[in-house]
């Protein structure tokens, strides 16, 4: 029986007509997957469903009934509950507080609701004790505490907006788990999502949102990821040319792009011999070369963000040797000359260090602030803004439009080509470069990954996901029990495989 259903929903945000003409469909206990690029809109349709925005014109039923929530708390009671992508909890609550909020339990004696939160944190496989504060998570588990929420909700339809996007592959797999649980339960579930061979596996059907409508809906099993992502853009999607093209070699599309990459440098750029950080890591052996991009993976508790954490100074940690080109560097506080702080980005709104009110011309320029004594340099810095804006296809009109308006994952892109243009280290350490992004998007800022390893800058990309490892990095390193237990040399090796022998190598890893 249908649950929902749209009818020519609008949307326009100033002069930008985001949403045009949304018409489609979904059934109870029906999993559809909603992709598109960023900026296309999915996240405004999410919250035009969960009451956070309304449309401007267009009709919903939900059950036959005419469906038009006023708020969020409106949508919950008519029976939509929603994740939202960029989660913001009061961080003052306890987990179990959090996972009640909004529902009629959420008034009762804090034990009974530890007890009742601490069966759905178990079915979201979250590992926290209920009386910890929200604030006290990192933020990547802020999506996971709200599935719980959602299972606590007496909803019919559960929106998931990229809540999988910061997640490891096996916590992707209880999140599916979970939506099979909706689905048994007779709930509808929208699924939006970037990461195309996952949410694959997961969804009935796939609606894919560019220009503004529905351009495909389309049962599952027809699609594959190539093809899904061709439909997302509109176009075959085709590699980026490579800074330094390797010899001939034919690539496809879902090959490897580190694979064709010039090859890096024989020069070492950081050695590291018998890292050590009390309690998690013990004996990590790195060696990254001039030009090169090293990946880095593992489950939560392997140690791997404590690596990372250890080379941006975050951690206390030894060595038995730290050489940056050469030259003889240390770890740990307090900060003297040759303390060793890589500089690192996380694509974490609240950690871009970027003012959501500001424009997006200020805040590409914001460094240079003051400091333009002319008019010819002030036109020639905005239009190296808008040459970004475009070279990284951010949905926008206008230079002056605040970046906290920008769809998430244009933030992202933003963010990131300006940590990038701003670093002026060698050697630097990206968390998760890609996490949002759509495949335009993907090769963009594998592109920037190019020039930056094409003049010599090395890089260690930390993610939880086996296809931005397999896209963006030379080799691969499975970290598990505080060390890096396995190597995987991506090298001409298609993205299909190379995340098979990542998913492969961390499950004997973890078992081991
Ligand atoms: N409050 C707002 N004010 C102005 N523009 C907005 C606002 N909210 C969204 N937009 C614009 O609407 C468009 C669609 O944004 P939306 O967040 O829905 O995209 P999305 O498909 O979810 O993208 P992503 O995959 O990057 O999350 C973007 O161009 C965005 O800038």
Redesign the pocket.
């Known amino acids: 029986m249908t649950l929902l259903q749209v009818d020519g929903l609008t949307?326009s945000?100033?002069a930008?007509r985001?949403l045009r003409d949304v018409t489609f469909s979904l059934a109870e206990g029906e999993v559809v997957g909603l992709v598109?690029?960023?900026?296309?809109?999915?996240?405004?349709?999410?919250?035009i469903l969960a009451g956070i925005?309304a449309a401007d014109s267009g009709v919903m039923t939900l059950r036959r009934r005419p469906y038009a929530p006023l708020s969020t708390g409106d949508a919950r009671q008519l029976g939509v509950g929603v994740v939202e992508?960029l989660v913001r909890i009061d961080p003052a609550l306890t987990v179990a507080q959090a996972v009640f909020r909004g529902t009629p339990q959420a008034g009762r004696p804090r034990a009974e609701l530890r007890r009742q939160a601490q069966v759905l944190l178990s079915e979201v496989t979250l590992d926290v004790d209920p009386d910890t504060l929200v604030g006290e998570l990192p933020h990547f588990l802020h999506g996971v505490v709200e599935v719980a929420r959602v299972l606590a909700e007496d909803t019919r339809l559960v929106v998931l907006?990229?809540v999988s996007a910061a997640l490891l592959p096996v916590e992707v797999s209880a999140l599916h788990a979970v939506t099979a649980r909706l689905v048994r339960q007779g709930r509808g579930v929208l699924y939006?999502s970037?990461r195309l061979p996952e949410m694959l596996e997961v969804v009935d059907r796939v609606l894919v949102?560019r220009d503004g409508r529905i351009a495909l809906d389309s049962p599952a099993d027809t699609l594959d990821p190539v093809r899904l992502a061709a439909e997302t853009v509109g176009e075959p999607v085709l590699p980026a040319p490579r800074v330094a093209p390797a010899p001939p070699r034919t690539r496809e599309v879902a090959v490897s792009p580190a694979g064709s990459r010039a090859a890096p440098a024989d020069e070492v750029a950081l050695e590291v011999r018998n890292l050590r950080v009390p309690g998690t890591v013990q004996g990590v052996d790195l060696l990254v070369h001039r030009g090169e991009v090293v990946g880095l993976t593992g489950h939560r508790s392997s140690g791997v963000g404590e690596i990372a954490g250890a080379l941006s100074g975050e951690l206390p940690a030894v060595t038995d040797e730290l050489l940056l080109h050469g030259q003889p560097r240390s770890l740990g506080s307090p900060v003297e000359d040759g303390t060793l702080r890589l500089p690192a980005y996380r694509p974490d709104e609240d950690a871009y260090g970027v003012d959501p009110g500001e424009t997006i011309a200020r805040t590409l320029t914001q460094e240079r602030r003051g400091a333009l004594p002319d008019l010819q340099k002030e036109i020639a810095t905005l239009r190296g803004v808008i040459r970004t804006v475009h070279r990284m296809d951010?949905?926008?009109l206008s230079i002056r439009?605040?970046f906290?308006?920008?769809?998430?994952?244009?933030?992202?892109k933003l963010a990131l080509a300006r940590w990038m243009a701003t670093s002026t280290e060698d050697v630097v350490v990206l968390h998760e470069p890609t996490r949002?992004?759509?495949v335009l998007?993907r090769e963009q800022v594998r592109r920037m990954l190019d020039e930056a390893t094409g003049r010599g800058t090395s890089v260690v990309v930390v993610s939880v996901d086996p296809d931005e490892l397999a896209e963006c990095c030379d080799r691969v390193g499975i970290v598990s029990s505080g060390r890096v237990a396995h190597w995987i040399d991506t090298s001409g090796l298609p993205v299909a495989a190379v995340r098979e022998r990542i998913a492969e190598a961390t499950s004997t890893h973890s078992a081991a």
């Open positions: 949307k945000f100033g930008r985001v598109g690029t960023n900026g296309a809109g999915k996240s405004t349709l999410g919250d925005t992508q907006d990229e939006i970037h949102l951010v949905k926008t439009t605040v906290g308006a920008l769809s998430g994952g244009d933030q992202h949002g992004l759509d998007a």
